[in-house]
């Protein structure tokens, strides 16, 4: 079931680093320079009250923060392929080491230009030489209640070395410590891991996918307490951080720092309570279609219709999704044509690379995808996403400076779940089968399962124990799983037994540890597939203003840029839209089935 190490992966499946830098002795000699250039910075503290010291800081900056970014995205990458080679593991310990040194001798930066009067901010904003920065300059305007003083700001840096540390224990663990054992399938030893894991949940034995669940979640029950002292030791940090820059919470600060109004946040929860009656309902027609006596909750990721699967090999899924996203023109053909023979992917599985899949963007290089690829169809719609995810960083690399090229992480679901509609809606186009129609309806119905009401139930998660840790209650391993299987009883409803080990379900979530991350996901598919109508049912016009909004960056607040492509989440419009596509996509389920 895939590779036993990375030595074995073909070079074509491996991605290719050598693109950053051609050789570890280059990083080194990078990293050097850089590490010696930093102290350039601290020229400028104190002089920061002139137009030319000022634009010559930024500029500084700017140049050291693309340098740093190539030096980190290379160690980063690196570090994934093998959690465990003590190199690697060394290498990002150094990187990660100097971006803690890079922010605290930084520090002053933000203070002193707060110091500056709003009318003469307003100044640098309107004047073209400081174009490239305008929307720094106006963050600083705006938040500044939330900066300190620069010894204040300095301290905060330099906590930074330990509090961000939450996050890299539990990677630690959960991608290298934890040993999830072994399980016999079909008569043979598997050997469980993140990949396989997910897999095993698709398998049609329902034994075989109760064995798989009792066997993984118990590597992360006999380590319960572990992981919910490291929980909460992270949600801590999130609260020492927003009392300390002054924000009434950490939800408050969070949405400060992506400029998105709480509305969103709160109109996301209200439209998911208002429709749990169609996602109940759902949930009870698998049940049925299954013809289980009892459904548990490691039956919801398995096709309902069987040999109506449209898992392959690699290859092939990549010609599947290119035909899939044809809407999107030539000019994105291109762009992937290029990721896939230019090595910007690293494909296949093995046992301490990092699990998951992500895009990651290196300045002035190109952006690379880590994939775990299983032959499922959910892997095939991964491709898909993660290949939106670096299109989305390619256009803004290409037409934006690189202080705006970066887009908030409110945005950055949108582009890759585009991708995944319309590859779905591609396959319900091109297959007439009645069996792999049926399997389609239900994978779209899965996709904003997991992806708007899974999400929208590990945001009100978050949001739970961030308001418990605010209020001084320990966030016990005990208080969470009670917590947390409330909520999950709210969402999945009465059809579906919820098992003790979903309980445990939090303890591992790697998003958890960036605090008010995962309703992003959710926004991000209403978002998507308002955006994907459109370029289906519009056509050109719709794709020209699409890219328009995957050129733009961060140059515009997340909010304002996805009205650019037609979508106001300001107003309950789109979270109606997505509400009565799951609706419809439910009733038209439910007529093949008859």
Not at 272 to 293: D, N, W
Request: glycine share 4%; with cysteine.
């Amino acid at each position: 079931m895939g590779y036993t190490n990375r030595k074995e992966i073909p070079e074509k499946y491996k991605w290719n680093l050598s693109d950053i830098y051609a050789t570890e002795q280059l990083w080194e000699e990078a990293f050097n320079k850089v590490q010696g250039d930093l102290v350039q910075i601290e020229q400028f503290k104190g002089k920061l009250n002139n137009k030319k010291s000022l634009l010559d800081c930024f500029n500084m900056m700017n140049e050291l923060d693309k340098q740093f970014a190539k030096l980190y995205c290379y160690a980063a990458m690196s570090y994934d392929e093998d959690s465990q080679d003590a190199d690697k593991q060394q290498r990002f310990s150094r990187v990660y080491s100097m971006l803690v040194n890079f922010e605290a001798l930084s520090s002053f930066i933000s203070p002193e230009i707060s110091a500056l009067s709003n009318e003469q901010l307003d100044e640098y904003i309107a004047d073209k030489d400081f174009a490239d920065y305008d929307i720094q300059l106006k963050k600083l305007r705006d938040g500044k209640a939330h900066i300190l003083s620069a010894d204040e700001e300095k301290l905060l840096a330099n906590v930074g070395s330990f509090s961000g540390q939450f996050q890299e224990v539990f990677k630690r663990l959960d991608s290298g410590d934890l040993k999830f054992g072994e399980i016999t399938v079909d008569g043979k030893p598997v050997k469980l891991g993140h990949g396989t894991y997910s897999m095993l949940l698709q398998h049609k034995d329902q034994e075989v996918r109760k064995l798989a669940f009792e066997t993984y979640y118990k590597a992360y029950i006999d380590k319960i307490n572990t992981i919910a002292g490291i929980y909460e030791g992270s949600v801590k940090a999130d609260c020492f951080y927003a009392r300390a820059r002054k924000f009434g919470s950490t939800m408050e600060q969070a949405l400060f720092n992506e400029d998105v109004d709480k509305k969103v946040y709160d109109n996301l929860i209200a439209s998911m309570h208002s429709t749990f009656e169609p996602l109940h309902k759902y949930i009870a027609l698998r049940k049925k279609l299954m013809g289980v006596k009892a459904l548990n909750m490691y039956d919801l990721y398995v096709s309902v219709f069987e040999d109506a699967d449209i898992s392959c090999e690699y290859e092939e899924a990549v010609e599947i999704v290119k035909e899939g996203l044809a809407p999107l023109g030539e000019d994105y053909r291109k762009i992937m044509d290029e990721a896939f023979a230019s090595r910007w992917i690293d494909v296949h599985e093995t046992p301490t690379k990092r699990s998951g899949a992500y895009s990651m963007h290196v300045a002035g290089v190109h952006p690379y995808m880590l994939l775990n690829y299983q032959k499922t169809t959910h892997d095939i719609f991964t491709i898909a996403h993660e290949m939106g995810h670096s299109i989305h960083s390619y256009y803004s690399a290409a037409k934006q400076p690189h202080s705006k090229a970066d887009y908030k992480i409110f945005v950055a679901e949108v582009a890759s779940t585009c991708n995944e509609v319309l590859l779905l809606h591609h396959l319900l186009k091109t297959q007439k089968d009645v069996a792999v129609r049926k399997y389609l309806l239900q994978y779209y119905l899965d996709m904003l399962r997991t992806t708007m009401y899974r999400q929208a139930m590990f945001a009100e998660f978050e949001a739970i124990t961030h308001e418990l840790a605010e209020n001084n209650v320990p966030l016990t391993a005990q208080t969470m799983c009670e917590k947390y299987l409330e909520l999950n009883k709210m969402y999945y409803g009465p059809a579906v037994n919820h098992n003790e080990e979903i309980s445990y379900e939090w303890a591992r979530i790697p998003h958890f540890y960036r605090a008010f991350y995962v309703y992003k996901y959710a926004t991000g598919i209403i978002s998507a597939v308002c955006i994907a109508e459109k370029i289906l049912n519009e056509g050109k016009p719709a794709v020209d203003k699409y890219k328009e909004f995957l050129s733009l960056g961060g140059s515009m607040d997340p909010v304002s840029e996805l009205k650019v492509a037609g979508v106001d989440l300001t107003t309950f419009e789109p979270f109606e839209i997505v509400a009565k596509s799951f609706a419809d996509t439910l009733a038209e389920l439910e007529e093949l089935c008859k």
